[in-house]
């Protein structure tokens, strides 16, 4: 029998923030949700995680001290809703680990994965044919339903070639095994932050990461069915990785976002409104200490249960 999420991906349009309720300590268990009894037509899912699973300072932070590690992605799986592989980043991974990791997690979890840099790292973006292919070749469908947006991530020195990055969209492979494929770019250089790259976005249906960060440029343009937010701001002196104010604020974008609505308080690019609609989306807390980053999506999660 195959079990089910502790914390199914929550439809936006079930949930009521509540300005003056208080989160639960960082040392308490989450209560556990409970999938909608009706799916709703006018919201998308929300799934929320973080950034891989194996990190030493998590052991008796966010890990049980005597959890074998043999069971990490197991215990992971039970307390967020997605998490993004960044292994896939480096090298290629085999069939067997994908569908190893979809047999430790629970129905209604989603991975993310990030495509090779072999694809993304070079010149002439046109040429990454052979790697992309070879990506999809190593087994990534394996993951079956587990799978869910590839995250194409460039370096902070490339820039915006119109020409040269509508043909690497044009390489990524929209089906593949009679299954439906996400995809997600994150760019890093301000030459992006123009009307041309949101209209070419939407020629392809591919969304823009929105990425809290101190440095990269942050557009919050939407753009196709879905949309994807790596919150790096975190802070390992807090708990909760975030102050609570903030994390509400998120958990309010969030829902807005899967409601087909876009926050106010984000930047935009383009001043074209996308068509309202349900999106479903997809949030990280990955910022580059990590140790409260799996608080921060715990406490999110319960923002939008």
């Given at each position: 029998?195959?079990?089910?999420?502790?914390?199914?991906?929550?439809?936006?349009?079930?949930?009521?923030?509540?300005?003056?309720?208080?989160?639960?300590?960082?040392?308490?268990?989450?209560?556990?949700?409970?999938?909608?009894?009706?799916?709703?037509?006018?919201?998308?899912?929300?799934?929320?995680?973080?950034?891989?699973?194996?990190?030493?300072?998590?052991?008796?932070?966010?890990?049980?001290?005597?959890?074998?590690?043999?069971?990490?992605?197991?215990?992971?799986?039970?307390?967020?809703?997605?998490?993004?592989?960044?292994?896939?980043?480096?090298?290629s991974q085999k069939p067997e680990s994908f569908r190893k990791w979809a047999r430790e997690v629970p129905d209604g979890f989603v991975f993310s994965l990030k495509g090779p840099r072999f694809a993304t790292n070079r010149r002439v973006l046109a040429e990454a044919g052979d790697s992309i292919k070879r990506f999809y070749d190593s087994g990534v469908l394996e993951l079956g339903d587990r799978l869910g947006p590839v995250l194409w991530q460039f370096a902070p020195t490339k820039k915006f070639d119109e020409a040269d990055f509508g043909k690497?969209?044009?390489?990524?492979?929209?089906?593949?095994?009679?299954?439906?494929?996400?995809?997600?770019?994150?760019?890093?250089?301000?030459?992006?932050?123009?009307?041309?790259?949101?209209?070419?976005?939407?020629?392809?249906?591919?969304?823009?990461?929105?990425?809290?960060?101190?440095?990269?440029?942050?557009?919050?343009?939407?753009?196709?069915?879905?949309?994807?937010?790596?919150?790096?701001?975190?802070?390992?002196?807090?708990?909760?990785?975030?102050?609570?104010?903030?994390?509400?604020?998120?958990?309010?974008?969030?829902?807005?976002?899967?409601?087909?609505?876009?926050?106010?308080?984000?930047?935009?690019?383009?001043?074209?409104?996308?068509?309202?609609?349900?999106?479903?989306?997809?949030?990280?807390?990955?910022?580059?200490?990590?140790?409260?980053?799996?608080?921060?999506?715990?406490?999110?999660?319960?923002?939008?249960?």
């Open positions: 029998m195959r079990r089910v999420s502790a914390h199914w991906p929550i439809r936006a349009d079930l949930i009521r923030l509540d300005p003056t309720s208080r989160s639960a300590p960082c040392n308490e268990t989450p209560p556990v949700s409970k999938p909608p009894q009706t799916p709703s037509k006018h919201s998308g899912h929300i799934y929320i995680g973080i950034g891989g699973w194996t990190f030493a300072p998590w052991r008796g932070v966010f890990y049980p001290e005597k959890l074998t590690q043999a069971k990490e992605l197991e215990y992971a799986a039970s307390k967020l809703t997605s998490i993004e592989i960044n292994g896939t980043y480096y090298g690497f969209l044009e390489l990524l492979p929209r089906t593949l095994g009679g299954r439906a494929l996400r995809h997600v770019v994150e760019v890093r250089h301000d030459s992006f932050c123009v009307p041309d790259f949101i209209a070419l976005l939407r020629q392809f249906e591919t969304p823009v990461v929105f990425a809290e960060h101190g440095k990269y440029p942050a557009i919050a343009d939407v753009v196709g069915d879905f949309v994807y937010a790596r919150l790096q701001k975190g802070n390992d002196e807090l708990k909760t990785c975030y102050p609570p104010k903030a994390l509400d604020a998120w958990a309010k974008r969030f829902q807005l976002w899967a409601g087909g609505g876009e926050p106010d308080d984000l930047p935009r690019v383009d001043a074209a409104k996308p068509i309202k609609a349900p999106r479903d989306v997809f949030a990280y807390v990955i910022h580059e200490g990590k140790v409260r980053a799996p608080a921060g999506a715990m406490e999110l999660i319960e923002r939008v249960k």
